[in-house]
């Protein structure tokens, strides 16, 4: 870990109690907090703790009610978001904000030329510019790609290309692992410490505190929208984080159930869907049970949950079974040797598709499955038509 750097000259950026209240709720109360050129500054707390609003303040979106704002050793009032991004201010959102429809080139683009006014496109300086920042940061993509065809790290590395063209000092970086993988998030350390190296001072949050020891040389806690401190990273371990965090001793990251679960309500084996790419899925969930699913963006969660409550069409199931409170309620299911169509609720006669499932979790208020949003499951029986002659 590179040591905290000497804290000679003036920080980028100083807050001094720094407060903030919507309506009667206080998110920030007295904050202070420092960021050194050369820096990453770890920014930590519980949801709600204040940390959002920190950073909105920091980037010009909020206005502080109490305390000022110090950028290179000067007060600044009434910050904005442009008169941050003047003061060399940036922030990497978990979602970045590209045009899709728009290529790298013109994406960088759009952030960094001026935007008074008609004006000319120089089209070879754009793809120049734009490589040079590319290549700065690492990234390996040409600058004519389509934004909505990059992956997750590709779409940040051309945010902190452009924080990096932009000549931005202080890069905010708002949980920007959460949607990666391990190979990913190792790869953008690598990143944030070319920043470091650069001179640049880093804000990082996160929930995940092995990435604060990998790459924070300090930390601040927010607890209930105040500072409880600010420590060298090398000095703190994962437990006395965590009672920053929480205000106690927390002796059981994982306490054991204080209850024994129930009978199965529903079991799963080798569950699998082609048109969502859910295959060989077999778990069961029983009563007085939280049952906890997994997993990276695009590891199949959303779409596991879509063949369960959701179902697509055209849904091949091995075998899914429910028992419990929900049994009793009417199925609209067809057995796997009959047939189903999805038919369009509330108009028209749409477009229909034939599948084939077995028993799957109803809608416990009317006992239909429902397939995808504006879509229901009936069995191959006559359908009841309302007097306008639109499904029920």
Known sequence: MVATPTQVSPPLLALRGAAKSFGGVRALRSVDFELHAGEVHALLGENGAGKSTLIKIITGAHQPDAGEVTVAGRTVTGLTPGLAQQLGIACIYQQPALFPDLSVEENIGLRLEPHHGWRRVNWAARRTRATHLLQQVGASLGPDAEARTLSMPEQQLVEIACAVGAGARIVVMDEPTASLTHREQQRLFTVVRELRANGVGVIYISHRLEEIFALADRVTVLRDGASVGTHDVAAMNESALIKLMVGREVAQLYPPAESAPGATVLTLRDLGCAASGVRGVSFEVRQGEIFGLAGLVGAGRTELARVLLVRPRR??????????????????????????????????????STCRSSKILPWPSTGRCFREPGYALAASEPSRRNSSGTSP
């Open 315 to 352: 849904t091949p199931v091995k075998s899914c079974s429910t028992a419990g409170p929900w049994s009793s309620v009417p199925r609209a299911t067809p057995s796997p040797t009959e047939s189903a169509t999805c038919r369009r609720i509330g108009g028209g006669t749409g477009s229909s």
